[in-house]
């Protein structure tokens, strides 16, 4: 069936490091791409997403590119900051079937100053 | 205009007892979903109402929970009777958009439960 596999955390850097998330996806043709954000104490907030093969997403500073090669969609940003700790959720919507989102298992992201 | 909101934020209730989690969607969205993440897991699927009509719910995990949506608006979801792996965070969603169309969905804070 359609997964979404994350890179373990949770993820320690100081502020303006440089931040990647991995995130891989096993899924028939080409499912939409999504990363959520969880602040805490907040809900689930779109960050940004992907429809198609190459798309980038991108928002707050934040990327992700649709690769179908490699079946991936790594979450990039160049420099973080404190207020961008949170766990963060990357997921897909599979092309058959309904809408519903298949997550992975969320990466914790903690900013120190 | 106002976000999904949900409620109650938290409930701590003993196993065996009944709890009903409420979601009111954003106005004018058709497409309503729960899911819930348990023990730090992935988030996970329950079911898919479009209008009062329950589309999916291949992801209820058995008989004991039962979701409802009278007059298409705000749901229901109710643990009768909760067991202790119930607890976790719920969380409900909504989309604009048909019931095929691959619409962003918009989660509400959801709601943490804890079964003792």
């Known amino acids: 069936g359609d997964s979404v596999t994350q890179m373990e955390g949770p993820v320690t850097l100081s502020e303006e490091a440089f931040l990647t998330i991995n995130c891989t996806y096993t899924?028939?043709?080409?499912?939409?791409l999504f990363w959520y954000v969880q602040y805490p104490g907040e809900g689930l907030q779109l960050l940004l997403k992907?429809?198609?093969?190459?798309d980038k997403g991108s928002n707050k500073g934040f990327e992700a590119t649709y690769r179908k090669e490699t079946t991936s969609f790594h979450l990039e940003k160049g420099s973080v900051q404190v207020s961008d700790s949170a766990v963060y959720f990357c997921a897909l919507i599979p092309v058959t079937g309904f809408q519903k989102l298949v997550f992975g298992t969320g990466t914790r992201l903690l900013v120190s100053p | 205009e106002a976000g999904v909101t949900q409620f109650p934020s938290h409930s701590v209730i003993e196993k065996g007892q009944t709890v009903t989690l409420r979601c009111d969607p954003i106005s004018g969205h058709d497409n309503l979903y729960w899911y819930r993440r348990v023990m730090g897991k992935e988030i996970k699927f329950l079911l898919h109402f479009v209008k009062e009509s329950k589309q999916d719910e291949s992801g209820m995990p058995n008989n004991r929970f039962l979701a409802e949506r009278t007059g298409g608006t705000y749901s229901t979801l109710k643990v009768q009777p909760a067991e202790l792996e119930d607890s976790g965070v719920y969380f409900c969603a909504s989309s604009h958009g048909g019931a095929m169309a691959r619409e962003t969905q918009y989660f509400g804070p959801g709601t943490r439960l804890l079964v003792l």
């Open positions: 992907a429809t198609k093969a190459d």
């Open positions: 899924a028939t043709g080409y499912p939409s």
